[in-house]
């Protein structure tokens, strides 16, 4: 059988790490094709709900990826993240929702490197972990009552 | 119905070598809502474009997505291609199949996969854009500067000279700064007052320039290109009409003995004074404080001798509101007073200084008329030590931070000394010695070399005062560590440079930020080194963090440029990825429930109220408005909202979520 | 109220008067002084340039001792102790798992919340709001506060304002009647290190130390740590030799001082204990 | 009680305010909220260990703002919620009248937002221990089971609401959950839908909520929900320190530190 290929998508703010993530193109360092940027404004605008979307849709894994502290190009909105993250982190925990499937990370624009390190080792983490079959589970529920 | 086109780039070989393009842009053509679709060597040249153009008017197309390079490259490139087709420029989008896919992996059909959900995913997006506007503010033609330093006073001469207005606010009696105070300037030694006074003259009849001296700023409203500032002129007691500078009142007047700021304290002044005589404007101020009549309720002196009657014991601080589009900040820096540190006895003992007194000492206008003489007994210093780094880099007791400016006037002040006294010794304690700037090095080294001061590497421990000798306690780290002393007769210390008392107050009145030392904080450290964070205000020379001369005005004349910059047009016109809060019909209005949390995460002051009133004006709702002047378009504010009745162009609730969906459901 | 004391080696030998005096003056004050059972050493040998460990367990083994036995208030007079045992709370305050290994290892608890104060500390805390009526035999001469190292510092931990001109032995004395006169060499090195092994280093050091408070003007030298006073006083031979001229300048502990302001005998207050002999401008009562 | 009737008396007499919110006798043994608007009725207000309802969440009803202003009857969670609405600019000074009661049933005026925070400062939140217990127990399991375990608590939730509507800080005119554009929340009461509305409930009460347990109380299902908020009460105070609403502090999220401590982010 062939291997697991999670799916994984990247939240990641225009300012650093998008760029961070373009430096590693220009570097032409390799990484997996699992992981798939969406561009946000700023780490600020990223809302839990689309994280929580992401499992609706059938995502294995997230990276949440933006600024440094004290380098966000709109000065705080990370740091604003940074405690929806730290309180969001905490109820999922709760919830028995597997947080190690979500990795948040500062990749800044001159990081191309990191940013490759952060995809490949999440894209092993989430393999290791598997599927998320709980939450598609949980998530199919409707069609698997049409299918019954 | 939607029409989207989609265009895959090849890059030339770039994307080509490792994604299937053609496959890609197949796919790409059986989405839904796609009209159009193919793929071409170089889309971002001419015929790339072109086909783009023809396309979107040919096929009567809604939406544009392009698969190439990243969109920081080229993104200006195809939206301006699309407006020049007549299409809203913000509905064109761009997959990045270049730096986050065909480079970062290798030829396979999962790269290809990953190119083609990419395209899906922008497709999905670019269905739900909006056409979008670029935002029109007015511009007030007139900058208000903020501190009447070389930094201020160079702003304002550069702005002033573009053909704008500009109020300079200075908070004491006259322009100068402490570039008015010092004696001579590394790495030239040429005279700084030399230098100085004619820009302060200038500065005193450039004809678009309004000079208001022992003023400051009370309070500041609005945003970029509108602000309303208050300021609060200080009573000075005197009819400036009327004066007509001619001293007298200044001569006469009785109390004689008050420290003079200008000298630091090193020589005395008048209650009713001009700061210094080259002092623009050069007409006396009263110092309510120290003025007899003011503090006994007699005396009036100077009202008895002033030839013109100009003196006004009944004025009051005076309250002007004015309208400027932009704001530079200027306000410099202060000295950090060394009492600190008992061990350097500064305070306890006459003949320790610090740097800026040893300045006025140097000064041809200074209490001494620029002869070197110790405060105690006005001897001419035979043996003096300088203590370099007196405080700054000094994480337990100073500022952990570099002052920047000591090594060199410390390198300068014992030149001086060396040239106004031949036979005399100095020795300068010192961590490192950074003397990185143009011919800087090569001064340092022309004080070492030439005037044969004694440069050791090393911290002074303590000084006291032994049979009239000061005794430098310090160690020689280059000399296996050895303990010296030194018996001088004056020390001068380099103190830190510190930011100004009511920076931070300055700073909240006007809502930019301030780093942990109370220095304005830029809104990039490298990119953006002379804005704030707060459109429209600007920084310039040491309030953001210590500098010299030359980085000061080099500094002041940025800030001169971007504000020149700003008015070059008459209406601001700015990219519309702004926020905005949602308008629905009566009785709703809006859902927004006005709790304004969104506020208090903004980091701009971008969001204000709205009140939302009925026909008979009665107000039904308070909500929150975004100023789009001031609005940056981070959209933390958004994913704060509960209600969602916040949301941003370009980025919007809808168009994130259907990027989520698309790029996870490639089946 | 009962205060724990750590009293360390010298105060049970080259220092025993600074053990007699301070008991003295708290007896005096109606406090009661509670030497920690079976207390070790402190480490400030060189233990803790050896190992790391051992540095923190011997003073840890004191502070969990003191807990043990309910005190929440430990006097620590000999300034090298202290240094140690302050040092020591502080590291294990900051590593929380470092204290558990240390208190595994010591097999005691340790909750390291026991308040340490150096002499000068309790001195303030204790004595001093006391001392009012105490007072009945005045200081009424010149004297220089000698702190030396150890008493101030490290700055991190004592999170002293002056840690280079300090001020609160000075206020003691002045309460004392005494004049504590402004003085250059408070904090500068008495070569304890070189106690032992290089004496002419010492009488180098401590010399300057001497001669600058004779210079000064004063009557007495008022120490608050066994290595100081042993310095000053015992080695003032080798001080002698350096300046090559007889000084005879004595030095005392400040608990001594406040002893015989309390009007306590000499010899309550161990000054018979001294090299140099302790001759002051004021009249003490005569021994019983 | 007749303090508090005199009291209520006085003010609807002197037309101070036209509404009193108060408890009154419900069916068999309960309470419930009436509202007052003749003086006469006045005698129908009680209060005793019974009256757990957190009036505070009518308010912000439009219903009630329409009787006029209203003096409201405030035990220590009603005067929480009271101090977070004007946290939250949804009630000034004057909107209302204040009678507070204290723990010891004693009556106080609160004329000014400031006095109920002090007040509320000797009356500071605490979690039971028992709940402590509980989310100790809950943290315990392996991650796969504690999501079985609240599938399986949520599973009950046929999404009437009771929780936003009995919560005095659910006061939004639009709950995101009746939001479909995008549609955020899966619709049927599903354990997707479930979870993902009470995660989103949670969460928008993240830093605000103040422990009143009315969504709790008022679940049809008895569905344990407040543990989660609960335990978010516990993280904000592990991590920012001090929870509770405060006119001066500003609300955890809206505000940070830069050195926000965390453990995860690399």
Request: aromatic share 8%.
């Amino acid at each position: 059988m062939t291997e697991f290929e999670p799916k994984i998508i990247a939240f990641v703010c225009n300012w650093c790490t998008y760029a961070g993530a373009d430096l590693t193109g220009t570097s032409r360092i390799k990484y997996a094709q699992n992981v798939k940027i969406i561009r946000f404004p700023c780490t600020g605008r990223i809302d839990f709900m689309l994280l929580l979307k992401s499992f609706g849709e059938g995502a294995d894994g997230i990276i949440v990826s933006g600024c440094h502290p004290n380098d966000c190009h709109y000065t705080s909105g990370n740091f604003h993240a940074r405690r929806r993250w730290i309180m969001f982190r905490g109820l999922l925990d709760l919830l028995g929702i597997d947080v190690r499937r979500i990795q948040y990370s500062w990749v800044s624009a001159a990081e191309g490197a990191k940013w490759a390190d952060i995809v490949n080792s999440t894209v092993n983490t989430i393999r290791e972990l598997g599927p998320y079959t709980e939450y598609e589970k949980v998530a199919g529920y409707l069609e698997k009552e049409a299918n019954q | 119905m939607s029409k989207i086109g989609v265009f895959i780039c090849h890059c030339g070989e770039n994307i080509s070598s490792t994604v299937d393009v053609v496959r890609v842009a197949e796919a790409a053509g059986e989405l839904e809502g796609v009209a159009f679709s193919t793929d071409y060597k170089y889309m971002c040249s001419d015929p790339g474009q072109t086909m783009i153009k023809q396309a979107i008017k040919e096929k009567g197309l809604t939406g544009v997505v392009v698969g190439s390079c990243s969109p920081r490259m080229h993104e200006p490139t195809f939206r301006k291609a699309c407006k020049e087709a007549g299409l809203n420029p913000f509905m064109c989008e761009m997959a990045n199949l270049r730096e986050h896919c065909s480079w970062v992996h290798d030829k396979s059909e999962a790269t290809t996969q990953k190119a083609i959900d990419l395209v899906r995913t922008l497709v999905e997006k670019v269905k739900l854009n909006k056409p979008l506007f670029s935002i029109k503010v007015p511009v007030t033609k007139t900058a208000l500067v903020i501190g009447g330093g070389i930094a201020g006073i160079q702003a304002s001469l550069d702005i002033a000279s573009a053909g704008h207005q500009v109020i300079l606010v200075e908070k004491d009696p006259s322009i100068g700064g402490h570039m008015s105070q010092l004696s001579e300037t590394f790495p030239t030694l040429d005279c700084s007052q030399c230098i100085l006074t004619p820009r302060m003259v200038e500065v005193a009849q450039h004809p678009n320039i309004k000079l208001l001296t022992y003023a400051e700023l009370e309070k500041l409203e609005g945003s970029i290109g509108s602000f309303k500032a208050t300021i609060r002129k200080k009573a000075k007691s005197i009819d400036e009409n009327l004066c007509n500078g001619c001293g007298t009142c200044t001569t006469k007047c009785p109390t004689k003995k008050i420290p003079s700021e200008f000298n630091t304290g090193l020589g005395m002044r008048t209650a009713i004074y001009v700061p210094f005589p080259q002092a623009v404007p050069n007409k006396p101020v009263i110092d309510k404080e120290n003025c007899s009549y003011y503090q006994k309720g007699k005396c009036k002196v100077c009202e008895k001798v002033c030839p013109t009657g100009a003196i006004r014991f009944d004025q009051e601080d005076e309250l002007v509101e004015i309208e400027v589009g932009a704001v530079v900040i200027a306000t410099g820096f202060d000295i950090m007073q060394p009492s600190g540190f008992p061990e350097y006895g500064y305070g306890k003992y006459k003949d320790v200084i610090t740097g800026l007194q040893f300045e006025r000492l140097a000064s041809a206008s200074g209490p001494t008329l620029g002869e070197i003489r110790r405060p105690s007994d006005g001897k001419i210093p035979e043996k003096i030590v300088f203590v370099a780094c007196a405080g700054s880099r000094d994480p337990a007791k100073g500022i952990p931070y570099c002052s920047k400016i000591c090594c060199m006037y410390t390198a300068k002040h014992a030149m001086l000394y060396q040239h106004k006294v031949h036979h005399g010794k100095s020795y300068i304690f010192y961590m490192d010695i950074r003397a990185a700037g143009k011919n800087y090095e090569e001064f340092v080294r022309r004080a070492i070399v030439e005037d044969e001061v004694n440069y050791i590497r090393g911290r002074v421990s303590k000084i006291y005062e032994e049979n009239g000798k000061l005794i430098v306690k310090g160690v020689d780290t280059l000399l296996s560590a050895k303990p010296v002393e030194i018996e001088a007769d004056m020390v001068v210390l380099a103190s830190a440079a510190v930011a100004n008392p009511g920076a931070e107050e300055l700073a909240q009145k006007m809502h930019v930020s301030y780093d942990s030392y109370s220095f304005f904080s830029e809104a990039h450290p490298k990119l953006k080194p002379v804005e704030t964070n707060t459109a429209g205000i600007f920084l310039a020379g040491a309030c953001q963090a210590p500098k010299d001369i030359p980085e000061t005005v080099a500094q002041a004349s940025g800030a001169a440029s971007k504000v020149i910059i700003l008015f070059s047009k008459d209406e601001l016109s700015r990219d519309p990825l702004i926020a905005v809060v949602n308008r629905s019909p009566a009785p709703v209005f809006s859902t927004c429930v006005g709790c304004f949390l969104c506020a208090s995460a903004c980091p701009y002051q971008a969001i204000g109220e709205e009140l939302i009133t009925n026909r008979q004006g009665k107000v039904i709702k308070k909500v929150a408005k975004v100023n789009p002047g001031l609005c940056q378009g981070c959209g933390t504010c958004v994913a704060f909202c509960r209600s969602k009745s916040i949301d941003i162009q370009g980025y919007s609730n809808e168009q994130m979520c259907a990027e989520v969906v698309a790029l996870l459901n490639n089946d | 109220m009962k205060i724990g004391l750590y009293p360390g080696c010298s105060l049970t030998g080259s220092s025993r008067e600074y053990n007699e005096s301070l008991l003295a003056i708290a007896k005096e004050a109606g406090i009661e002084l509670c030497q920690i059972n079976d207390w070790n050493c402190c480490g400030a040998t060189a233990a803790h340039n050896l190992n790391k460990e051992l540095s923190l367990s011997l003073p840890a083994r004191n502070l969990a001792l003191a807990e043990l036995e309910g005190m929440n208030e430990l006097v620590v007079p000999c300034a090298a102790c202290f240094n140690r045992l302050v040092m020591t709370q502080h590291e294990l305050s900051e590593k929380n798992d470092l204290r558990k290994l240390i208190s595994d290892k010591l097999q005691l608890p340790l909750k390291n919340e026991i308040k340490i104060y150096n002499v000068l500390q309790f001195l303030e805390k204790h004595i001093v709001p006391r001392l009012g009526q105490l007072v009945k035999n005045p200081m009424a001469f010149d004297v220089a506060c000698y702190y030396g190292c150890l008493l101030v510092r490290p700055q991190n931990v004592m999170k002293s304002e002056r840690f280079e001109d300090p001020m609160t032995m000075d206020v003691i004395m002045q309460k004392l009647g005494a004049n504590a006169i402004d003085w250059p060499f408070k904090t500068e090195c008495c070569g304890a290190g070189f106690s032992v092994s290089k004496i002419e280093i010492v009488g180098e050091l401590s010399g300057k130390i001497v001669r600058n408070a004779v210079d000064h003007g004063a009557k007495a030298i008022v120490v608050a740590c066994p290595m100081c006073h042993s310095n000053l006083d015992m080695r003032r031979p080798a001080i002698d030799k350096y300046l090559n001229m007889k000084m005879d300048i004595p030095v005392i502990y400040i608990t001594q001082a406040i002893a015989l302001a309390m009007g306590l005998t000499p010899h309550q207050a161990g000054i018979q204990r001294h090299f140099v002999p302790v001759n002051l401008p004021v009249n003490l009562p005569v021994n019983r | 009680m007749i303090e508090l009737i005199n009291k209520a008396k006085a003010l609807l007499e002197s037309n101070a305010v036209q509404v009193v919110i108060g408890y009154g006798k419900g069916t068999s043994n309960r309470t419930r909220a009436i509202f007052v608007t003749q003086s006469d009725d006045c005698d129908k207000l009680i209060f005793d260990s019974r009256c757990v309802q957190n009036l505070a969440v009518y308010l912000t009803k439009s219903e009630i703002k329409k009787l006029g202003k209203p003096a409201i009857v405030a035990p220590i969670p009603v005067l929480r919620s009271i101090l977070e609405l004007a946290v939250e600019n949804q009630l000034t000074e004057n909107d209302i009248v204040v009678l507070g009661i204290t723990p010891e049933s004693e009556i106080v005026d609160f004329d000014t937002f400031a006095n109920i925070e002090a007040f509320l400062a000797t009356h500071k939140i605490v979690i039971e221990e028992k709940y402590h217990e509980i989310i100790r127990l809950i943290k315990a399991m392996p991650v796969a089971e504690r999501f079985a375990y609240w599938v399986k608590e949520l599973e009950p939730c046929f999404k009437c609401y009771a929780c936003r509507a009995a919560c005095p800080l659910c006061y939004c005119t639009r709950c995101t959950v009746d939001d479909n554009q995008p549609q955020w929340i899966s619709v049927p009461s599903h354990p997707l839908g479930n979870l993902e509305w009470h995660i989103m409930r949670a969460m928008h009460l993240a830093g605000r909520c103040t422990d009143c347990e009315a969504c709790f109380n008022a679940c049809p299902m008895g569905i344990p929900i407040h543990l989660l908020t609960k335990s978010m009460l516990q993280d904000v105070n592990d991590n920012f320190g001090s929870y509770g609403p405060s006119l001066e502090k500003q609300n955890t999220l809206s505000s940070y530190k830069p050195d926000d401590k965390e453990s995860f982010i690399r």
